[in-house]
């Protein structure tokens, strides 16, 4: 029987236990909160969306890096094996707007306690409130030191987080146990977070539906439709968080971002839209004569993206204003400064780099029995309950592994 050490109690180290231990290891998870899963409780809003009810084929087009690396791990434990895990687990699930998974409770904590449970029936044991100060490996396996003693064990599965939400115990301690055994570590960077803005003050507050986000960086141009507000700091929802994730590894305030807020619109229809107001509200002042075009906070930021004095009585405006403030409808442009800090990422983009590991079994090659998954790994996905998913089968990847006598799984048949 293999000793394994499972390092965090986060969704993908109670995955990692429970398949090492069902595998036949010896497992003691190490933690050092007082109890698991607390970042599982702050996700989704406290309802925590554990998955995505999609195939292998859709996770893998919702990872933002290294979709590649993430293959193997997705057709062995794709959603709905998750899914039905976590049902014959006594955790009812529902599936909602985007196929986005949830307890049915809608309770984070329902997941824990179901993954737990599994962990300890299959005869994982758990030692909260500790500390890991290092690893060690030796000829016969591997020394870990905690504040108070050290374990040994054969295979050790470093599960700890990224930097997001340090407050759940996310703190970078992966990335120091990776460089002590030289692995590459790359700069971790905020994910899925919002976006820094100039002169967005005046719009603070402002929630904005059916619009599209546009950034180009270099000849790289993205675009996102859907929902977005304007915050104290500048831009979040869910078209900015997407943004955010796939433009982290630009220099933010070099990139230009703008907004379309009609995108549904042509231009030749917008125009003829713009014509029916201007001639309904010819009379009023243009501050005025929007109204029924454009959310009130707006109208005096696109007219001065436009331009055109907002006390320009309607039937003063000509063609070539007009033109002017299509434009400014169509490409409303906004000013980034950076993103968010990384604290406040829902997930952290960099880290141990792929290239250090097996994407079987989550081991490194140049350290047999040390595995990495879940966050502290160069990966991550979008909104959805993708980046759970990627913790649950990577962490079942790297359980199995661990405990299996010959450092590989058995090739189980694919659900």
């Given at each position: 029987?293999?000793?394994?050490?499972?390092?965090?109690?986060?969704?993908?180290?109670?995955?990692?236990?429970?398949?090492?231990?069902?595998?036949?290891?010896?497992?003691?998870?190490?933690?050092?909160?007082?109890?698991?899963?607390?970042?599982?409780?702050?996700?989704?809003?406290?309802?925590?969306?554990?998955?995505?009810?999609?195939?292998?084929?859709?996770?893998?087009?919702?990872?933002?890096?290294?979709?590649?690396?993430?293959?193997?791990?997705?057709?062995?434990?794709?959603?709905?094996?998750?899914?039905?895990?976590?049902?014959?687990?006594?955790?009812?699930?529902?599936?909602?707007?985007?196929?986005?998974?949830?307890?049915?409770?809608?309770?984070a904590s329902d997941v824990t306690k179901c993954l737990e449970r599994y962990c300890?029936?299959?005869?994982?044991?758990?030692?909260?409130?500790?500390?890991?100060?290092?690893?060690?490996?030796?000829?016969?396996?591997?020394?870990?030191?905690?504040?108070?003693?050290?374990?040994?064990?054969?295979?050790?599965?470093?599960?700890?987080?990224?930097?997001?939400?340090?407050?759940?115990?996310?703190?970078?301690?992966?990335?120091?146990?990776?460089?002590?055994?030289?692995?590459?570590?790359?700069?971790?960077?905020?994910?899925?977070?919002?976006?820094?803005?100039?002169?967005?003050?005046?719009?603070?507050?402002?929630?904005?539906?059916?619009?599209?986000?546009?950034?180009?960086?270099?000849?790289?141009?993205?675009?996102?439709?859907?929902?977005?507000?304007?915050?104290?700091?500048?831009?979040?929802?869910?078209?900015?968080?997407?943004?955010?994730?796939?433009?982290?590894?630009?220099?933010?305030?070099?990139?230009?971002?703008?907004?379309?807020?009609?995108?549904?619109?042509?231009?030749?229809?917008?125009?003829?839209?713009?014509?029916?107001?201007?001639?309904?509200?010819?009379?009023?002042?243009?501050?005025?004569?929007?109204?029924?075009?454009?959310?009130?906070?707006?109208?005096?930021?696109?007219?001065?993206?436009?331009?055109?004095?907002?006390?320009?009585?309607?039937?003063?405006?000509?063609?070539?204003?007009?033109?002017?403030?299509?434009?400014?409808?169509?490409?409303?442009?906004?000013?980034?400064?950076?993103?968010?800090?990384?604290?406040?990422?829902?997930?952290?983009?960099?880290?141990?780099?792929?290239?250090?590991?097996?994407?079987?079994?989550?081991?490194?090659?140049?350290?047999?029995?040390?595995?990495?998954?879940?966050?502290?790994?160069?990966?991550?996905?979008?909104?959805?309950?993708?980046?759970?998913?990627?913790?649950?089968?990577?962490?079942?990847?790297?359980?199995?592994?661990?405990?299996?006598?010959?450092?590989?799984?058995?090739?189980?048949?694919?659900?």
């Amino acid at each position: 029987m293999k000793k394994v050490i499972v390092i965090g109690a986060g969704a993908s180290g109670l995955m990692a236990a429970y398949a090492a231990a069902a595998e036949g290891g010896e497992v003691i998870v190490l933690e050092k909160n007082e109890k698991a899963g607390k970042k599982i409780y702050i996700t989704g809003k406290g309802r925590c969306n554990v998955t995505n009810d999609t195939s292998a084929e859709g996770v893998l087009e919702n990872v933002v890096h290294n979709a590649k690396f993430l293959t193997g791990a997705a057709y062995a434990f794709p959603p709905r094996r998750l899914m039905r895990f976590l049902e014959e687990g006594g955790l009812p699930l529902k599936t909602e707007r985007g196929e986005r998974v949830f307890p049915a409770s809608d309770k984070a904590s329902d997941v824990t306690k179901c993954l737990e449970r599994y962990c300890r029936e299959a005869g994982a044991a758990f030692r909260f409130g500790t500390n890991v100060r290092g690893i060690e490996k030796g000829e016969k396996g591997f020394r870990v030191r905690t504040d108070g003693e050290s374990l040994y064990a054969d295979a050790v599965v470093v599960c700890t987080g990224g930097l997001s939400y340090p407050s759940t115990g996310s703190t970078g301690d992966g990335y120091a146990f990776a460089r002590a055994f030289g692995l590459r570590v790359l700069p971790p960077k905020p994910a899925l977070c919002g976006i820094e803005c100039c002169g967005t003050d005046s719009l603070q507050g402002l929630s904005l539906k059916n619009v599209t986000l546009h950034a180009r960086a270099g000849k790289k141009e993205r675009a996102h439709f859907g929902e977005m507000l304007f915050t104290h700091f500048g831009i979040s929802g869910p078209i900015v968080l997407t943004l955010s994730s796939e433009i982290n590894g630009e220099d933010v305030s070099r990139v230009r971002l703008w907004l379309d807020l009609k995108p549904v619109l042509d231009e030749g229809t917008l125009d003829r839209r713009l014509l029916r107001d201007i001639e309904k509200y010819k009379n009023k002042q243009m501050r005025n004569a929007l109204s029924e075009l454009l959310p009130k906070a707006l109208i005096l930021p696109i007219l001065r993206q436009a331009d055109i004095p907002a006390e320009l009585p309607a039937n003063s405006l000509t063609k070539g204003k007009r033109a002017a403030l299509l434009r400014a409808i169509k490409a409303f442009v906004l000013s980034p400064r950076k993103l968010r800090p990384i604290e406040e990422g829902i997930v952290t983009a960099g880290g141990v780099d792929v290239k250090e590991i097996d994407p079987r079994s989550m081991m490194c090659k140049k350290v047999p029995g040390l595995y990495f998954c879940g966050e502290t790994l160069d990966v991550d996905g979008y909104t959805g309950g993708f980046n759970l998913q990627i913790a649950f089968m990577t962490g079942f990847a790297a359980g199995k592994a661990a405990a299996a006598e010959d450092g590989e799984t058995e090739k189980k048949e694919e659900l």
